[in-house]
């Protein structure tokens, strides 16, 4: 398997309950290493920008609403398909379809609110990743 990394966001709702270290420790427990790591505070035009492709989607606004409605840790992730994996540690976007074990089933109070972000292929976590580090702000 491949070494390689992928974007997290550990979103506004999970900052505000204060569950951030939760949240690491599963992403730590499944192998994968937090390589770079900041606390931010989204602007509307960053929110709007990272998540432009659901720009036409009915659910957008209130997307990009919660988004900037509190802060968030945006980090990057390495492992071994560190892309997939991180997906299957955090569950199905609806937490209701969500497996048990996964940080969704188990933190994320709704679909909107769902604790965590992660890339959804390679391609995407490079351009996420660029987004927002600077190549020396990640230490592998
Ligand atoms: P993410 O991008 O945040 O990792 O989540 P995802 O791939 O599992 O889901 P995606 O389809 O990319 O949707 C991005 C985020 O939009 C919110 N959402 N709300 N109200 C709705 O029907 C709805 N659908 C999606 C969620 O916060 C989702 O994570
Ligand atoms: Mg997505």
Do not use: C
């Amino acid at each position: 398997m491949a070494v390689e990394r992928t974007f997290s966001i550990i979103k506004p709702d999970a900052t505000r309950r204060n569950i951030t270290g939760k949240i690491i420790d599963r992403i730590e427990s499944a192998g994968l290493k937090v390589v770079a790591s900041k606390r931010i505070h989204m602007s509307r035009a960053q929110a709007e920008e990272f998540y432009g492709v659901h720009r036409e989607r009915g659910f957008f606004g209130e997307l990009v609403d919660f988004m900037i409605s509190g802060p968030v840790i945006v980090q990057v992730l390495e492992g071994d398909n560190a892309v997939a994996k991180y997906r299957d540690v955090m569950g199905a976007t609806n937490p209701a379809n969500a497996a048990p074990g996964t940080i969704r089933k188990d933190f994320a109070e709704s679909i909107e609110a769902n604790s965590v972000h992660g890339s959804d292929g390679p391609d995407t976590a490079a351009t996420e990743i660029k987004f927002f580090f600077k190549d020396n702000e990640i230490v592998g």
